[in-house]
Nanobody, 126 residues
Framework: QGQLVESGGGLVQAGGSLRLSCAASGRTFSNYAMGWFRQAPGKERDLVAAITSSGGSTYYADSVKGRFTSSRDNAKNTVYLQMHSLNPEETAVYYC???????????????????WGQGTQVTVSS
């Protein structure tokens, strides 16, 4: 059974930065595309970034383009989300998720993902 564990969340002031990490175990990490989602209270879980299994291609939601960067280190079985210029509206639980890679550029629906982390809280204060 695959397992994902996020870390790096916390409280940051508006305009600040955070780096989230997601450590994977139990599966061949390099076979999986990874996604970063966020979910605020009362809202849907939305994709903010995705990265292919090799790390050669990434996707970003329009709202985070130019501020968020996803990367991965397959030797360390870890994917990262670097976030800059955070604003209070981005307060949410951030989740990483793994999707067995089938060649698509990215996978946008939460239902497409096979494994999920427990989430890490990101709180941006004004």
């Amino acid at each position: 059974q695959g397992q994902l564990v996020e870390s790096g969340g916390g409280l940051v002031q508006a305009g600040g930065s955070l780096r989230l990490s997601c450590a994977a175990s139990g599966r061949t990490f390099s076979n999986y595309a990874m996604g970063w989602f966020r979910q605020a209270p009362g809202k849907e879980r939305d994709l903010v970034a995705a990265i292919t299994s090799s790390g050669g291609s990434t996707y970003y939601a329009d709202s985070v383009k130019g501020r968020f960067t996803s990367s991965r280190d397959n030797a360390k079985n870890t994917v990262y989300l670097q976030m800059h210029s955070l604003n209070p509206e981005e307060t949410a639980v951030y989740y990483c998720a793994a999707k067995y890679y089938t060649g698509r550029a990215y996978y946008s629906s939460p239902a497409e993902y096979n494994y999920w982390g427990q989430g890490t809280q990101v709180t941006v204060s004004s």
